[in-house]
């Protein structure tokens, strides 16, 4: 599976982007989709998870209420809305495709370790 993003940027505080991960290569509604993000000399972390239908999320307690994740199957494309942005959330975000274990929650996804495939990096940089 070969990922894409799009949609990174620069904008102030309070303002909105919405990042896209176009996919290629396997059948796109096999795997389960995450946002991750990583900012300089961190880890990369978990913003996201969406399962294959869509029906399930996971999100990070840091973006809940302000992020919202979709996916378009016959578009094979995964979303990232992204509102309120503030400072904190500049970093690069990569998205990723895990292969889906059935009767695992979604929460499993949270781990950078369930994903078999991943996008290049989009860059966000929120201005105060």
């Known amino acids: 599976v070969q990922l894409v993003e799009s949609g990174g940027g620069l904008v102030q505080a309070g303002g909105t982007l919405r990042l896209s991960c176009a996919a290629s290569g396997d059948t796109f509604s096999n795997y389960v989709m995450g946002w991750f993000l990583q900012s300089l000399g961190k880890v990369r972390a978990i913003v996201v998870a969406?399962?294959?239908?869509?029906?399930?999320?996971y999100y990070s307690d840091s973006v809940k209420g302000r992020f919202t994740i979709s996916r378009d199957n016959a578009k094979v494309t995964v979303y990232l809305q992204m509102n309120s942005l503030q400072p904190e959330d500049t970093a690069v975000y990569f998205c990723?495709?895990?292969?889906?274990?059935?009767?695992?929650?979604?929460?499993?996804?949270?781990?950078?370790?369930?994903?078999?495939?991943w996008g290049q990096g989009t860059q966000v940089t929120v201005s105060s």
């Open positions: 990723a495709a895990g292969t889906n274990l059935s009767f695992k929650p979604i929460s499993y996804y949270s781990n950078t370790a369930r994903y078999d495939y």
């Open positions: 969406i399962s294959r239908s869509g029906g399930t999320t």
